[in-house]
C-alpha cells in the first residue's frame, strides 16, 4: 500500500475486482461520433464483470455505436482513497441463463423508469487501480 513518503500505489489487478465489489455507483464512459459522454450507474461485480440496467435511451444508443466504454469507482476514507479503472466492451446480456442471475442481482432503478435491458461490462483491454494517502499540501519554496 502507498503511504506518505510514496502517496500512490498500484492496486493488483484480483485486489481491484473487491474495491469495485465494495462500492455501488460508478462512472460509465462512452464515446461515440467523436464525442465523450460519462453516465453515472448503479452496477453490481459479477465475476469478472460489471452488470448494471438500463432503459432505452441515450446510453444504448451510444453502445450500439461503439461498444468500447471504460467504467470507472472511486472510494475515499479521512486518510486516503482509490479508483479502479475498467477498460472493455459492454454489451447486452441476452442469453436466459445470465439473464436470470442478473436479475436477481441488486440492481433498483433510481427513478421510476422500467430498465428492462441488463448490460455486461467485460474487460478487454484490463482493470487497473490506483491507493492515494492524502497528506498536506506541499510547502512552496
Not at 23 to 50: A, M, T
Not at 56 to 64: I, N, P, R, V
Not at 73 to 98: F, H, L, N, P, Q
Amino acid at each position: 500500500m502507498s503511504d506518505n513518503n510514496n502517496p500512490v500505489a498500484i492496486i493488483p489487478e484480483d485486489t481491484c475486482w473487491g474495491y469495485l465489489a465494495s462500492q455501488e455507483v460508478g462512472r460509465l464512459g462512452v464515446s461515440s461520433h467523436d464525442v465523450p459522454e460519462i453516465f453515472p450507474i448503479n452496477y453490481y461485480v459479477d465475476g469478472e464483470s460489471v452488470i448494471f440496467r438500463s432503459a432505452e435511451g441515450s446510453k444504448l444508443d451510444q453502445l450500439s455505436l461503439n461498444k468500447n466504454v471504460v467504467f470507472e469507482v472511486d472510494g475515499w476514507t479521512d486518510e486516503g482513497g482509490w479508483s479502479v479503472m475498467v477498460k472493455g466492451v459492454a454489451e447486452a446480456i441476452t442469453d436466459e441463463d445470465e439473464l436470470a442471475r442478473a436479475r436477481k442481482a441488486p440492481l433498483l432503478p433510481w427513478i421510476p423508469t422500467v430498465k428492462t435491458t441488463f448490460v455486461r461490462v467485460t474487460p478487454t483491454i484490463g482493470i487497473s487501480g490506483r491507493h492515494f494517502v492524502f497528506g498536506p499540501e506541499p510547502k512552496q519554496a
